[in-house]
């Protein structure tokens, strides 16, 4: 039987799996700087724009978290499985995990915040720039 509710988990696993794709961009950065890349400024900013995004993000949801009482603690790990406790309202909630599954969702939020990273950058650039066919049009 359950003894969290579906938010709950929701909540609880999107911190979690936020948390670990800020350690891939960390870690990421980490590569691209000791890496012998040609232009890396672009790939920087980008990633920590990602991490920015992330962090914020994260920050909202421990927010919630707090407010609800809730937490998630990794309580085992093995080659194929990583074990999560998931504590809420004095129950505890054990969930098992596919590390490849795990994977996936952590690379799904990275395409999430690569795309939201992005998008800000796109309308940051417009708001910057003159329109130029205004001009032309005196």
């Known amino acids: 039987m359950r003894s969290l509710k579906q938010q709950e988990l929701d909540l609880a696993s999107r911190y979690l799996f936020l948390s670990m794709a800020i350690a891939v961009i960390r870690q990421d950065r980490k590569h691209f700087e000791q890496g012998r890349f040609k232009i890396k400024e672009p790939y920087m900013e980008l990633l920590g724009r990602m991490e ?17 009482k809730l937490q998630v603690v990794e309580s085992g790990r093995n080659d194929s499985f990583t ?23 952590v690379e799904t939020i990275l395409f999430e915040l690569m795309q939201k990273s992005q998008q800000r950058s796109h309308r940051k650039k417009q708001e910057q720039q003159p329109d130029v066919l205004s001009g ?3």
């Open 52 to 68: 920015l995004a992330a962090r914020e993000e994260r920050k909202k949801l421990r927010f919630l978290m707090d407010q609800q």
């Open 83 to 105: 074990s999560f406790l998931f504590l809420a309202h004095g129950f505890e909630e054990k969930r098992n995990y596919f590390n490849p599954a795990i994977r996936k969702k």
């Open 136 to 138: 032309l049009q005196e």
